[in-house]
């Protein structure tokens, strides 16, 4: 298997500009995590689903922000408008959901917003 | 909630040494899982080892090895005859185990470990 999927790997976009994140999990994995990670925070859950289905939106940091799990091969993490302070990497991760299991990550999206 | 605690914002380590790096975590859950990811430069986040918490045995997994202390939450990563390789960030981190918990992982801050030659 390929493993979990990011693209872009890295993105720089002017302020204002709407940003697309996108993730394809490894098959079968019931389970698709958004994290984002910054010097200040460190990493930190912005949304999980279960089965394609949004389960925690907590972490999600305003309404700017918004994740969709269409089928269960990929998701998105969009950003609309983006912001300075939304620079940061955005890890994507997955796993099934036998007990025990780790979650398996991207190699990240590393987005600057100027 | 639970928390992660990662209070070493670095350590050093000479290759062929040992070096121990210190986690502690606060939950009122007794069932749950413990994780110790490596990100390299790369920024790939990779498994390292993990620990079930009902299980009293410390894993391992070649020249990594933990030292889970379940009374005082503590839960350390011990690398072997480190090498250049292991140089990276290290992250400790819970998940809980509780049937219908919440399914994330909680993070430290992380520590940075370089490996001198």
């Known amino acids: 298997d390929a493993g979990v999927i990011q693209s872009p790997r890295h993105e720089v976009t002017e302020m204002g500009q709407e940003v697309t994140l996108r993730c394809k999990p490894i098959?079968?994995?019931?389970?698709l995590f958004w994290y984002r990670q910054t010097m200040m925070r460190g990493l930190e859950l912005l949304i999980y689903?279960?089965?394609?289905?949004?389960?925690?939106d907590s972490g999600m940091p305003e309404d700017r922000f918004s994740a969709k799990m269409p089928n269960a091969s990929f998701s998105t993490l969009k950003i609309q408008p983006s912001e300075p302070r939304d620079s940061a990497v955005y890890f994507c991760?997955?796993?099934?959901?036998?007990?025990?299991?780790?979650?398996?990550f991207g190699q990240g999206t590393r987005l600057t917003v100027v | 909630a639970q928390t992660v605690t990662q209070s070493q914002p670095e350590m050093s380590v000479q290759e062929a040494e040992t070096v121990t790096l210190s986690c502690t975590y606060d939950?009122?859950?007794?069932?749950?899982?413990l994780f110790w990811y490596k990100q390299p430069p790369s920024r790939q986040m990779i498994l390292v080892i993990r620990?079930?918490?009902?299980?009293?045995q410390n894993a391992t997994e070649n020249r990594f090895s933990v030292n889970f202390q379940k009374a005082a939450k503590s839960f350390s990563l011990k690398i072997s005859d480190s090498q250049l390789g292991d140089a990276a960030m290290y992250f400790c981190?819970?998940?809980?185990?509780?049937?219908?918990?919440?399914?994330?992982?909680?993070f430290g801050k992380g520590i940075t470990l370089s490996v001198r030659p």
């Open positions: 991760a997955s796993r099934l959901r036998p007990r025990g299991t780790e979650a398996f």
């Open positions: 098959s079968g994995h019931d389970y």
């Open positions: 689903f279960n089965n394609n289905v949004p389960i925690d």
């Open positions: 939950t009122s859950e007794s069932d749950y899982y």
């Open positions: 620990q079930e918490a009902y299980k009293q």
């Open positions: 981190a819970y998940r809980s185990a509780r049937t219908g918990a919440n399914s994330k992982l909680t």
